[in-house]
């Protein structure tokens, strides 16, 4: 008996969270490291990336 496939919409939420947890990983390893301008911005786009994954 042949393995059936995983539906191509579970697929594409599968790697798409796959790519918002790195993004956040990436996000929050610069946020804590910049103090600059750029932080409350990060701040904001690692929420925003924490609730799209919830």
Do not use: N, Y
Not at 35 to 45: G, I, K, M, Y
Request: glycine fraction near 6%.
């Amino acid at each position: 008996m042949k393995p059936e496939a995983f539906h191509p919409l579970a697929r594409l939420l599968h790697w798409l969270m796959a790519i918002l947890i790195v993004a956040m990983l990436f996000i929050g390893v610069s946020m804590v490291g910049d103090l600059s301008l750029r932080h409350p911005t990060l701040v904001e786009l690692h929420k925003a990336t924490g609730l799209a994954l919830l």
